[in-house]
């Protein structure tokens, strides 16, 4: 059988990581090109806001409407990947062809629809390859997402580029990661259960204490995550006098967080889910504390700061989803990890917009300081929960349990 074959594992993971780069690099191609795009419109600091919130509000839509109607089990991982990675980068062109911030909002908000049928089937491609060191495999599929939201930084800082042709190119390496996806990665030997939205099981779910820690730390998690993410490349414009500089420091604060998701991963496995996501979130809150006062401090320091943040920031991500598949029923997953997924989802929205409110007032120090109680709460949770390192889809494998795609 292929999936005995440990080389076949290693196989399936390369390439979907890989897909899952290219695939997730529209989430923050506006936000890579922001200082042009202030150049040729006149955005407000509200409306650069919203180019990535209704990213969020598009991928909260997706993925409800995806649980509703068990998308992801009626249409193969593999393909479903491929409709949403054409489907993202048809919505990203729609910002160069449009040429306007309204047009642009319809378009971020269908991209963020569309990915959400490219993230979420590809954790659950890889979980039908690994029933053992499966926290390592989500950590290295989280990482690749942290990769791809890096992605337009990088190809920003080339330098010279118009940001429509950056945009292009995106949408070009969005449609490469699906094609990757469906004709490169093949189904594993595990099976795994539908994750169908059960409304009748909710007020079960909310009552487990179990369920609220482990969402208590997610929500500590994504009150920081994608603030972070969103802003960090408008924190380096005003450290380089380069825009390439500014973006290539930018690509190398996020794309740092795939490291961290993948020593998280392993981390996690060896050791606990809740350990590794209470040290990752007490570093990334650290983070949050003094990554914006250092903005005079000389390049390296600042550069450092924002790797060390990037690292951390997203460490603790697959194992939240992660804790709540051994915590709650079996048979009531997929509607505990839809709560959870809304609720964070939504919760980000009220950071993006919030970072540059207090940074016009403020100054960058405060606006990142804002950031930092979310994973300090979050770590405390984790703390309280305390799974230990056996957990209980280690002692009972069966059934096989789907694992959430979400942060």
């Avoid at 992605?151 to 070009?172: R, Y």
């Avoid at 940074?359 to 405060?366: E, I, L, P």
């Amino acid at each position: 059988m292929i999936g005995s074959s440990p080389e076949a594992h290693r196989r399936e993971l390369t390439l979907l990581a890989f897909a899952l780069v290219l695939a997730m690099s529209p989430w923050f191609s506006t936000a890579a090109v922001l200082g042009q795009l202030r150049e040729d419109w006149p955005l407000s600091s509200g409306q650069a806001s919203w180019l990535t919130i209704v990213v969020q509000i598009g991928f909260v839509v997706g993925a409800v409407f995806s649980s509703l109607t068990n998308l992801a089990d009626r249409i193969a991982p593999r393909r479903l990947i491929l409709f949403g990675a054409v489907g993202a980068s048809v919505a990203n062109l729609f910002v160069v062809i449009g040429s306007s911030f309204e047009v642009a909002i319809v378009a971020r908000l269908l991209t963020g629809a569309a990915l959400a049928a490219v993230y979420p089937p590809a954790l659950k491609a890889i979980s039908s390859w690994y029933r053992e060191g499966r926290g390592f495999a989500l950590g290295v599929i989280v990482g690749a997402l942290t990769l791809g939201s890096a992605l337009p930084h990088l190809v920003n800082s080339i330098g010279g580029l118009p940001w429509q042709v950056t945009l292009v190119i995106v949408s070009l390496l969005t449609l490469g990661g699906g094609l990757i996806a469906d004709k490169l990665c093949s189904d594993g030997p595990y099976g795994v259960a539908p994750a169908l939205f059960d409304r009748s099981q909710i007020r079960e779910i909310v009552t487990n204490r179990e369920f609220r820690l482990a969402s208590a730390g997610y929500f500590g998690h994504m009150w920081e995550l994608y603030a972070m993410w969103a802003w960090i490349a408008a924190f380096y414009g005003d450290v380089f006098q380069s825009s390439r500089q500014a973006s290539f420091a930018a690509f190398l604060a996020i794309g740092a967080g795939s490291a961290g998701s993948v020593w998280a991963g392993l981390t996690s496995d060896r050791v606990s889910r809740s350990d590794a996501a209470a040290l990752a979130m007490r570093y990334s809150s650290l983070g949050a504390v003094f990554a914006g006062f250092l903005i005079d401090a000389p390049w390296p320091i600042v550069l450092g700061m924002g790797m060390f943040w990037g690292f951390w920031v997203v460490a603790d991500s697959a194992q939240f989803s992660t804790i709540v598949t051994e915590v709650v029923d079996a048979r009531y997953v997929g509607t505990a990890l839809t709560i959870q997924l809304a609720a964070g989802f939504v919760l980000t929205v009220l950071t993006i917009f919030l970072v540059p409110v207090i940074r016009d007032s403020y100054g960058w120090g405060w606006a990142f300081f804002v950031l930092a109680p979310g994973p300090a709460l979050g770590a405390y949770a984790m703390r309280a929960l305390r799974l230990g390192p056996k957990h209980p889809i280690e002692a009972e494998p069966e059934p096989e349990i789907w694992v959430s795609p979400f942060f």
